[in-house]
T-cell receptor, first 114, second 111 residues
Framework: GDSVTQMEGPVTLSEEAFLTINCTYT??????LFWYVQYPGEGLQLLLK?????DKGSNKGFEATYRKETTSFHLEKGSVQVSDSAVYFC?????????????FGTGTRLTIIP | DADVTQTPRNRITKTGKRIMLECSQT?????MYWYRQDPGLGLRLIYY???????NKGEISDGYSVSRQAQAKFSLSLESAIPNQTALYFC??????????FGEGSWLTVV
C-alpha cells in the first residue's frame, strides 16, 4: 500500500539556518505530493504541493521538488525564522484512487531558536 | 472566522459514553472528511463523504459513525468511547486542485 516516510524529529535549528526535511514515498502510479504545516494549537495548512514529476512547489520561502526517480519530495528553506517553528507533514494522494485518501507521514517537529 | 469549524475543541469523556464531534464549513465544498491524529502515526482517515447521500468508510472506521446533515455539516460519533480513541480529531474539506482544508482539531480524551 501507499506510504510516506519522513525524517524523524524533533529538529532544532538556529534562526537563518538552512532547513531540509526529508520525505520519501511508496505508491503506484503518479501520486500528487503535499507538504502540510501545523502551527501550535492549529489545524493543518497546505504549505505547498506538486502534481507531477519534476514539478517544484513553493510557498513562504519553502520549496520541494517532485523527484520520481528517487521517490522523494524533500522540503527545503534557505533561511528559517522563529515563526517557522511547527510540525511539518509530508503527504500523498493517488489520482486513480479518486484522491480520496491522503496518506500522511508521521510529522517532523521543527523548532527554531533565536 | 475559520472556514472549517469544529466543536468542541476539547472534551474529556468516560469510557462507554457516547460523544459527538461536530464540523461545519463555509467553503461550499461537497467532500468532507474526518481524520484522527496520533503521536508517531500521522493522520488516518476515519470516514469521508462526497455529499449528503454518499458516505464512505476510511481506513479506521471501526468504533465510529458519521452523519452528513447538510452540505455544510458533517458530524463524527463515538457510540461507546474507549480509551484508545483518545486522539486529536480533524475535520476537513476538499477544494479545487484537490487541496484539503482542515479544521483546528478537537482534542478528545477518554478516561
Amino acid at each position: 500500500g501507499d506510504s510516506v516516510t519522513q525524517m524523524e524529529g524533533p529538529v532544532t535549528l538556529s534562526e537563518e539556518a538552512f532547513l531540509t526535511i526529508n520525505c520519501t514515498y511508496t505508491a503506484t502510479g503518479y501520486p500528487s505530493l503535499f507538504w502540510y504545516v501545523q502551527y501550535p494549537g492549529e489545524g493543518l495548512q497546505l504549505l505547498l504541493k506538486a502534481t507531477k514529476a519534476d514539478d517544484k512547489g513553493s510557498n513562504k520561502g519553502f520549496e520541494a521538488t517532485y523527484r520520481k526517480e528517487t521517490t522523494s519530495f524533500h522540503l527545503e528553506k534557505g533561511s528559517v525564522q522563529v515563526s517557522d517553528s511547527a510540525v511539518y507533514f509530508c503527504a500523498l494522494s493517488r489520482p486513480n484512487f479518486g484522491n480520496e485518501k491522503l496518506t500522511f507521514g508521521t510529522g517532523t517537529r521543527l523548532t527554531i531558536i533565536p | 472566522d475559520a472556514d472549517v469549524t469544529q466543536t468542541p475543541r476539547n472534551r474529556i469523556t468516560k469510557t462507554g459514553k457516547r460523544i459527538m464531534l461536530e464540523c461545519s464549513q463555509t467553503k461550499g465544498h461537497d467532500r468532507m472528511y474526518w481524520y484522527r491524529q496520533d503521536p508517531g502515526l500521522g493522520l488516518r482517515l476515519i470516514y469521508y463523504s462526497f455529499d449528503v447521500k454518499d458516505i464512505n468508510k476510511g481506513e479506521i472506521s471501526d468504533g465510529y459513525s458519521v452523519s452528513r446533515q447538510a452540505q455544510a455539516k458533517f458530524s463524527l460519533s463515538l457510540e461507546s468511547a474507549i480509551p484508545n480513541q483518545t486522539a486529536l480529531y480533524f475535520c476537513a474539506t476538499r477544494g479545487p486542485g484537490n487541496t484539503i482544508y482542515f479544521g483546528e482539531g478537537s482534542w478528545l480524551t477518554v478516561v
